[in-house]
């Protein structure tokens, strides 16, 4: 399988995401809602050709460094999307695109919380569970209904690549509840199972190719 380096993806594809902060009793959280995937010329395609849920959205960040993060209360909702930095995870996402032949594709994650490693993650999320920010997951309670609008907008795959972490059980556990099962598509670990489903972009080089096989295995079947 070829594997295609970041220098070509680039020139095809770009990425742009739903960024917002918030503030609770003093607590500050980056987040991420939603990042959308695309060839240059087919940003305005209605529907996706997939939803990837993955675990977090790392440190992706505007590709601005002045671009204004919107700043919302608890409770409100952001959808503002803007260009932002590539990282490889989304490059991986655009090797996959260009395996099928897609087009446009819709990342969201267990949790909207931006951090740069999972210790970080980990930590991050016990900070939002003791101040009662639940909503920074879109398959918390609360979000129900924007979990069911946003996968009502595409009839695609849902690729569930949120990797194995045991520490993150429970979000990922949550997931697998709010989402329909008849659509779910992932490569899961041969010896945790489920919720555990492999990330879609592991170190070194061979991970990457051998999820890119497997879960096109797995779509063609």
């Known amino acids: 399988m070829e594997f295609v380096k970041a220098d070509s993806l680039k020139k095809q594809f770009e990425v742009k995401g739903s960024f917002y902060h918030l503030e609770i009793h003093g607590h500050r959280f980056e987040c991420r809602n939603y990042a959308q995937v695309y060839r240059k010329d087919k940003e305005n395609q209605k529907e996706y050709d997939a939803v990837l849920v993955l675990m977090n959205p790392g ?126 598509i992932g490569v899961e670990h041969e010896i945790k199972g489920t919720p555990f489903y492999y990330h879609a972009s592991p170190t070194p080089l061979k991970g990457k190719i051998e999820w890119l096989s497997n879960i096109n295995e797995i779509i063609l079947g």
């Open 59 to 184: 440190l992706c960040s505007p590709k601005k460094s002045t671009y204004p993060i919107p700043q919302i209360s608890h409770g409100e909702s952001s959808l503002t999307f803007t260009f932002a930095k590539t990282d490889n995870t989304q490059y991986q996402i655009m090797r996959f695109m260009n395996l099928k032949n897609w087009n446009k594709v819709l990342v969201i994650n267990l949790s909207d919380i931006r951090a740069g490693n999972l210790d970080e993650f980990k930590r991050k999320l016990n900070e939002a569970k003791r101040v009662g920010f639940d909503r920074h997951s879109i398959f918390s309670k609360q979000r129900k209904g924007e979990l069911e609008q946003v996968l009502s907008n595409s009839n695609c795959p849902i690729i569930v690549a949120w990797g194995t972490d045991s520490r993150f059980k429970n979000l990922a556990e949550c997931a697998l509840v709010a989402l329909p099962r008849d659509r779910i």
